[in-house]
């Protein structure tokens, strides 16, 4: 699995971007400790995570606060265990085992696959949507930038640097 990590900290100047490596960071917890440590003046923070452009995370820390992080599909939540890094909140089993398909009948499974592979099932954005609200972006746009059509997650992210001022700063690391 391929996956992009960078953070951008709020300074006066603007942003101060650097790729963050994830390996044997154990919970949310020390992601944010990393972000508390690129913090200038006690500005925002943020984390911008995806993976295999299935789905991307944005966690914040402002201070010594404590991080707010939202998740574009937390269906991948079980599965990847990078999403279930940044993003730890309990979610309702039942939403997530809702599309697994538990059938042995072969034929059954190319087909679903084949219709799979020709509509890209809706995402299950969840988190603090708001997490960009004061930085101009509110939930509602948030929301609907990860339901457009045709928006793959790594293109999210972009449109949100973008309106942020950050987008030359993270994609260097891309």
Do not use: N
């Amino acid at each position: 699995m391929s996956h992009f990590a960078a953070l951008v900290a709020r300074t006066s100047d603007g942003w101060k971007s650097s790729e963050i490596e994830l390996e044997g960071v154990a919970d949310i917890d020390e992601v944010a400790d990393v972000l508390r440590d690129a913090s200038v003046d006690e500005g925002p923070v943020l984390l911008f995570v995806e993976e295999d452009d299935e789905w991307f995370g944005i966690v914040r820390v402002d201070g010594i606060g404590e991080p707010r992080s939202f998740i574009s599909d937390a269906r991948v939540v079980p599965a990847s265990e990078l999403a279930g890094l940044v993003f730890e909140e309990e979610l309702p089993q039942e939403d997530l085992l809702a599309d697994v398909d538990i059938s042995l009948d072969e034929d059954a499974e190319l087909e679903e696959e084949e219709e799979e592979s020709a509509v890209r099932p809706d995402a299950e954005p969840r988190g603090a949507s708001d997490v960009l609200a004061d930085l101009g972006i509110p939930a509602a746009e948030l929301l609907a930038m990860c339901a457009e059509e045709g928006m793959l997650p790594a293109d999210v992210i972009s449109a949100v640097c973008e309106r942020l001022g950050c987008a030359e700063e993270i994609e260097v690391y891309r």
